[in-house]
């Protein structure tokens, strides 16, 4: 079918969420006078009504609307595979991979504990589009842009452009009041995590939230089978569903706290300290990923082995001590290349003049 030049559409997270790279870059391109025709495919009614409801585009991907701009679409937005948009139908001239964040955890190709030659190779054989064979591919540096020239050895180029959802970094939102924990998932979600909360002692650590003026929130990783905190009798400790954007409570974040998720890497952008929770490393590593990095060398932040420790450490940054400014800033400048805030900009514009 021709392509129409005119027309980009997006996905993200295999067409069921609405956030993202994708998410943040499509949403610069409407707000561009002479941008081209963008629409939003999602499996989610919900995101669909929400969306048209505010006058924008959004289609299901089996839709017979869906098929149509699918199949004359000239670009395709994704953050992870070709599946974000379809499972078939997916042939643009141009397919253009923002991925979900700078790899700290061994991906695709690299990642030797999952990698199946075979299931690459069914896929060709059963995608319109030949999988992981990316056009563009953003990256935010090029310590990242190492990493996935041997994760996806098909991508024809790879652009050090900074990653869209970034940009919502500059916007903060006041007061700065609350601590962010956000784990990983482990095993995709095959594995009981309950053991990240085993030393965690809700109402001491509410006790000291109280003290402080601040609160803290809990966002499990989207992949996460859930966790056996009790929170009823607690004031200033909140899950949030794992759904949620992770960017816009990073917006109002003074302190995260994280193990091996990449996350990290775009919050040193805020200049903010990070506190690390690696509590089952060496298990972690064995059994579940490995890393590109010696995570010693990458992680600019205390590395606490349990919750009481975690609270000693907040206590010393809340008391005004923070000895990891220049390992943070020496980390950001290695993983982020452009630290303007501009990124949206620049990947809009890439697209824009070399379609």
């Not at 974000?84 to 030797?112: F, M, N, T, W």
Request: charged share 30%; glycine share 4%.
């Amino acid at each position: 079918m021709p392509k129409d030049k005119n027309l980009w559409i997006f996905g993200e997270w295999l067409g069921k969420t609405y956030r993202d790279n994708s998410k943040y870059l499509f949403e610069y391109a409407l707000r561009q006078s002479s941008a081209p025709r963008c629409v939003w495919i999602t499996r989610n009614a919900k995101i669909q009504m929400e969306l048209r409801a505010k006058g924008i585009e959004a289609y299901h991907p089996n839709s017979l609307r869906g098929v149509f701009l699918i199949m004359r679409a000239h670009t395709a937005v994704i953050s992870v595979d070709i599946l974000d948009i379809h499972k078939g139908l997916l042939a643009p001239k141009r397919l253009v991979q923002l991925y979900h964040g700078s790899p700290l955890k061994r991906i695709s190709a690299d990642d030797e504990k999952r990698h199946r030659p075979w299931r690459s190779v069914l896929k060709r054989l059963l995608l319109t589009r030949k999988y992981n064979q990316y056009d563009i591919q953003l990256s935010a540096a090029p310590a990242v842009s190492e990493c996935l020239r041997t994760a996806y050895p098909n991508t024809k180029q790879i652009v050090e452009l900074g990653y869209p959802r970034s940009d919502v970094l500059k916007k903060t939102r006041e007061p700065l009041n609350s601590i962010t924990y956000l784990p990983t998932h482990r095993n995709f979600g095959k594995a009981q995590e309950n053991f990240l909360f085993r030393s965690f002692r809700e109402s001491e650590i509410d006790s000291w939230l109280n003290r402080r003026g601040m609160k803290l929130k809990i966002k499990l990783h989207p992949f996460s089978i859930g966790c056996n905190l009790s929170l009823d009798e607690c004031q200033n400790i909140t899950l949030v569903d794992p759904g949620e954007d992770a960017y816009q409570l990073l917006q109002e974040t003074a302190i995260l706290i994280t193990d091996y998720s990449s996350i990290y890497l775009d919050f040193l952008l805020t200049k903010r300290p990070i506190i690390f929770s690696p509590f089952d490393i060496d298990d972690y590593l064995r059994s579940d990923r490995t890393l590109y990095f010696r995570y010693e060398d990458v992680t600019p932040g205390p590395r606490c082995e349990d919750w009481p420790s975690i609270l000693e450490e907040l206590e010393k940054i809340c008391a005004g001590v923070d000895t990891y400014k220049g390992r943070r800033r020496e980390v950001c400048n290695r993983f982020n290349t452009h630290q303007d805030f501009q990124s949206s900009r620049r990947v809009y514009e890439f697209l824009l003049q070399s379609a």
